[in-house]
Nanobody, 124 residues
Framework: QVQVVESGGGLVQAGGSLRLSCVAS????????VSWFRQAPGKEREFVAR?????QYADSVADRFTIFRDSAANTVYLQLNSLTPEDTAVYYC????????????????????WGQGTQVTVSS
């Protein structure tokens, strides 16, 4: 059983930065695959970034967001830079067992464990 809890969301002006945290319990962060998804009002939840055996990003954030993990803190972070109002959404952390070597898990159905989400609002 894995539990993940997100934090770090908030209100920021366009061009600003935020760092989201996803603290995991039940498994060490180096043994699971963790992804960030986001859901904007009226839209479907979408993949943002993944870290497991490798990292992967959605095209819309690849040059602005960075996903990384801190094993000592058992935490995965998502650094959000150069934010735009289009980044406004609830950001969710999701996890699945194992590092998923050679696989690219980017769909909601690929993940078993989900956090409650953290709101990111970017003002223009």
């Amino acid at each position: 059983q894995v539990q993940v809890v997100e934090s770090g969301g908030g209100l920021v002006q366009a061009g600003g930065s935020l760092r989201l945290s996803c603290v995991a319990s039940g498994r060490t962060i180096g043994s699971i695959t963790v992804s960030w998804f986001r859901q904007a009002p009226g839209k479907e939840r979408e993949f943002v970034a993944r870290i497991g055996w490798s990292t992967q990003y959605a095209d819309s954030v690849a040059d602005r967001f960075t996903i990384f993990r801190d094993s000592a803190a058992n935490t995965v972070y998502l650094q959000l830079n150069s934010l735009t109002p289009e980044d406004t959404a609830v950001y969710y952390c999701a996890a699945r067992q194992g590092l998923s070597f050679g696989r690219s898990y980017t769909e909601l159905k690929d993940y078993t464990y989900w956090g409650q989400g953290t709101q990111v609002t970017v003002s223009s």
